[in-house]
């Protein structure tokens, strides 16, 4: 995957989330992008008049790249859709140290969401911690340093951040 794209209502706060908490390195900037034609509906499948403020991209560890926009929607903007709702989502991020990162995320008073969670059946060994950006993305820390109980019968594998050139 290139990249992951995502609409925030502050880019600096953005920012200071994904530099500080998360390690997301800043690699360029675009915008403003605004239209007098059809071009953003057409394009963007957006009210025609939105305008994008600025977009700027970074690279996350080994991960994909994010691509972070701030719009001024001529419609106005909805809240974050919930992982119930369609096209709900979040992000994962691969930690080889659960307790570590829980630590850090507390220690930049990331709202945490509920506790640590030990999955099972296929995805025995894997640990996994929801939380949520400030702007209300959720996203997921998630760690199987021994690998998953799936890996010792799979023909194929999952692809995994901590070796990516596997």
Same mark, same amino acid.
């Given at each position: &995957?290139? *990249?992951?794209?995502?609409?925030?209502?502050?880019?600096?706060?953005?920012?200071?989330?994904?530099?500080?908490?998360l390690?997301?390195?800043?690699?360029?900037?675009?915008?403003?992008?605004?239209?007098?034609?059809?071009? &953003?509906?057409?394009?963007?499948?957006?009210?025609?008049?939105?305008?994008?403020?600025?977009?700027?991209?970074?690279?996350?560890? *080994?991960?994909?790249?994010l691509?972070?926009?701030?719009?001024?929607?001529?419609?106005?903007?909805?809240?974050?859709?919930?992982?119930?709702?369609?096209?709900?989502?979040?992000?994962?991020?691969?930690?080889?140290? &659960?307790?570590?990162a829980?630590?850090?995320?507390?220690? *930049?008073?990331?709202?945490? &969401?509920?506790?640590?969670?030990?999955?099972?059946?296929?995805s025995?060994?894997?640990?996994?911690?929801?939380?949520?950006?400030?702007?209300?993305?959720?996203?997921?820390?998630?760690?199987?340093?021994?690998?998953?109980?799936?890996?010792?019968?799979?023909?194929?594998?999952?692809?995994?951040?901590a070796?990516?050139?596997?």
């Amino acid at each position: &995957m290139d *990249h992951i794209g995502i609409t925030v209502p502050d880019l600096d706060e953005a920012e200071d989330f994904l530099v500080e908490v998360l390690g997301a390195v800043p690699v360029y900037r675009l915008g403003p992008k605004r239209a007098d034609d059809d071009w &953003m509906a057409v394009q963007l499948g957006v009210h025609p008049r939105t305008e994008i403020r600025q977009i700027r991209f970074y690279r996350l560890g *080994h991960g994909t790249n994010l691509e972070v926009f701030a719009y001024d929607a001529a419609d106005g903007q909805g809240p974050p859709p919930r992982n119930s709702d369609i096209g709900g989502h979040h992000l994962a991020i691969y930690v080889d140290d &659960m307790d570590a990162a829980i630590a850090h995320l507390r220690a *930049h008073d990331v709202e945490i &969401m509920g506790e640590p969670v030990a999955s099972a059946g296929a995805s025995a060994g894997q640990t996994w911690l929801y939380f949520r950006a400030p702007w209300g993305l959720q996203l997921e820390l998630v760690s199987f340093p021994g690998g998953k109980a799936y890996e010792s019968e799979a023909e194929t594998l999952l692809w995994h951040p901590a070796r990516p050139g596997e």
